[in-house]
Structure formats: structure tokens, C-alpha cells
């Protein structure tokens, strides 16, 4: 059996912190097949996302398999499930059997509340940086697109999870098939945006 990568998705997640590293992870199961990757929620129905996208998830934190990745992504919803007990229950119980633990933006608050960061050097969106820090018990640093520390890594806001994901794609399946990865989707982030093209 192969690996399974976990995407956690709740109501106003934001849309490109799952669905990067989604579009990355998927591109990457190219030659192994066996491998899947699942959005999962807390409980069954359509999520409704930060900016209206609707998104039905794969399965629910009842039925989740065991993961060997796990990507907690961004959004204004986070405020909120950082004060959902089941939400960070469940955080705690599949977190441990992972072999990458990943947030991208305000997930990191995700993984901060559930204790997960503690400790750890982590990351986040930069507006949320001072936010985070203020929490007290990890060591949030800006300025950097994704932040390692053991099988933590957590990324900075929004595009930030596709270098994420992609660095996680090369632990896992290599060097080599990352960047293939990378010229699949077509990501190529330099030059950066010029208006007058």
C-alpha cells in the first residue's frame, strides 16, 4: 500500500493553501500510483471556503485513514478551530504517525494550538507573524518561504505552501522528481509579477 497525504479543509480555509500544495502532491503520485492524497474535514459536507470556493471533502476525521503526511493549510476559519477541542484532538492523535507534519499560513496557529509547535522554529503568513509569536512557545521566524524543524515544516502565506510542498515531494520521492514535478504544474515563480507584461 502506499503512502497517504492528509489536506485538512474546514470552512474558510483559504483556497490556494490547500489547493497548491494539493495540485503538488497529486502531480507527484506520477509513477506511484499507489500513493493518494484526501481532503479531510471535521465532519462530512460541503466546506465553504475563505473566498466562496465549495469543495466536498474525501472523507471526514471519523473516517481518515492513517497518514503519512499532513498539511493543515490557512485561513480566517483558523481563529476558530484553534478553540475546537475535537479539531486539535484529532490534530494530536494523527499528527504522531506522520512522517511530515505540514501547515501553510494560519495553519501553523492550528498546530501551535494543538501543541504540536511547541518548541519548534515554525512560520506563517507575515502579516500573522507577531500574532503568532505572541502565543509564546515556538520560535516564529519571518521572512522565510517554508521553515524545517524535524518532520515539522510549516510555510509562510498562501503560494508559499507549492515551495513547501515541493521540498516535501523531494524528501519523499527525490530530488529529481520534484523538479520534474515543479516543470509539470509549470511553476516558475521568477521573474516575480511586472505589470507591464
Known amino acids: ?4 497525504t492528509g489536506i485538512v479543509i474546514f470552512d474558510e480555509v483559504e483556497e490556494l493553501d490547500f489547493a497548491g500544495p494539493w495540485e503538488v502532491f497529486t502531480a507527484a503520485r506520477h509513477g506511484h500510483e499507489a500513493d493518494r492524497v ?3 474535514a471535521p465532519t462530512q459536507g460541503v466546506i465553504r471556503c475563505a473566498k466562496g470556493l465549495r469543495v466536498l471533502p474525501d472523507c471526514c476525521f471519523d473516517d481518515a485513514p492513517p497518514l503519512d ?4 493549510p490557512g485561513g480566517e476559519g483558523t481563529r476558530r478551530e484553534a ?3 475535537a479539531f486539535l484532538d484529532w490534530l494530536r492523535e494523527a499528527a504522531p504517525r506522520c512522517t511530515w507534519v505540514t501547515s501553510v499560513c494560519t495553519g501553523s496557529l492550528l498546530l501551535h494550538a494543538a501543541g504540536i509547535a511547541k518548541g519548534r522554529r515554525i512560520t506563517t503568513h507575515w502579516s500573522f507573524v507577531e500574532a503568532l509569536r505572541n502565543l509564546g512557545d515556538a520560535t516564529v521566524l519571518e521572512n522565510r518561504r517554508y ?3 524535524g518532520n515539522l515544516v510549516t510555510a509562510a502565506g498562501v503560494s508559499a505552501g507549492i515551495d513547501m510542498a515541493l521540498w516535501v515531494v523531494g524528501q ?3 530530488v529529481d522528481h520534484a523538479r520534474l514535478v515543479q516543470k509539470w504544474i509549470e511553476y516558475d515563480p521568477a521573474p516575480p509579477y511586472a505589470a507591464d507584461v
Open 38 to 40: 484526501l481532503t479531510i
Open 69 to 72: 503526511v499532513l498539511l493543515v
Open 172 to 174: 519523499i520521492y527525490g
Open 83 to 85: 478553540g475546537n477541542p
Open 147 to 149: 521553515v524545517r524543524d
Open 1 to 4: 500500500m502506499g503512502r497517504t
